[in-house]
């Protein structure tokens, strides 16, 4: 087990295990970033539990043959489960299995898991886990998109950034979370830095022009329009809520 909370005694906001044969990946991503500074200021405690410390035979095995044959391996339930039960010893929260299966990773799930004390990432590898472990360890299952990649770990490390990015304090600047794409139902606009002349290209006008009022309107609308061009789902999304609500507020006054 590898536990990564810089100061002692002080308690996290969110307590994270992972589950994984491979707690080096996990080791390196916590030196790095957004993460590393979760854990340096106290909003996350990570820790890391190494599946083959769970093992009962001398190889440290973890996985063995598919019952019906059939390509790949599959974890072993037994090390899995007791791997699993010992992070529940210490982490206080959901056991959340990363697979193609799960639900599909969004905005609004990094925010709801943002609001726990603590929760439990368990990484497949090979073909999978053994499904008793679904049934009887897994309170959810995530998915971070449709594709396959080898491995839960950096399935588990995609949600662990976008869940800590939205924790108070951990990013330099507050408002940087809530100008990011999906917080507010958009997508970011764009963004530009020094020189004011690249290669031909200009910055647009009004973003020199020191006026925070127009700077804002313009931001706002490029913001809408990206979206309308790239992800016009996300407005139809929205505005269906907006109208849902709006059905729920006369509902509420008709009764009234
Ligand atoms: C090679 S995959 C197994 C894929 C599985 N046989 C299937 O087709 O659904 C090995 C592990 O990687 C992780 N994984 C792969 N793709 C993922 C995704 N899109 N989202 C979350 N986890 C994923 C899961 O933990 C999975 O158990």
Redesign the pocket.
């Given at each position: 087990m590898t536990c990564h909370d810089a100061r002692q005694g002080r308690v996290s906001k969110v307590q994270v295990g992972v589950i994984t044969i491979f707690p080096e990946i996990l080791d390196a991503v916590a030196e790095f970033g957004t993460i590393r500074r979760a854990i340096e200021s106290g909003s996350l405690g990570l820790e890391s539990l190494d599946i083959r410390d769970y093992a009962s035979d001398r190889r440290r095995t973890v996985d063995d043959r598919p019952y019906g044959g059939g390509p790949?391996m599959v974890?072993l339930p037994g090390p899995l489960a007791s791997c699993i039960d010992a992070a529940k010893q210490r982490v206080d929260g959901p056991v959340i299995?990363?697979?193609?299966?799960?639900e599909r990773?969004n905005h609004a799930i990094a925010r709801e898991l943002a609001e726990l004390s603590g929760m439990i990432l368990?990484?497949?590898?090979?073909?999978?886990?053994d499904q008793r472990i679904v049934e009887t360890r897994i309170d959810r299952e995530?998915?971070?998109?449709?594709?396959?990649?080898?491995?839960?770990?950096?399935?588990?490390m995609v949600l662990l950034d976008a869940v800590v990015r939205l924790l108070p304090g951990v990013l330099g600047n507050e408002e940087s979370a809530l100008q990011d794409s999906f917080s507010n139902g958009m997508l970011d606009c764009p963004h530009y830095t020094r020189p004011e002349s690249f290669e031909g290209l200009n910055v647009p006008q009004v973003l020199l022009s020191g006026n925070h009022q127009e700077i804002q309107r313009w931001r706002e609308q490029q913001a809408f329009d990206w979206t309308r061009n790239r992800r016009p789902d996300l407005i139809e999304s929205s505005s269906r809520l907006e109208s849902e609500n709006e059905t729920d507020l006369n509902t509420v006054d008709n009764h009234q």
């Open positions: 790949g974890l299995y990363l697979t193609p299966q799960g990773f368990v990484c497949g590898r090979y073909e999978g886990i995530i998915s971070i998109g449709d594709y396959v990649v080898s491995g839960g770990e950096f399935p588990a």
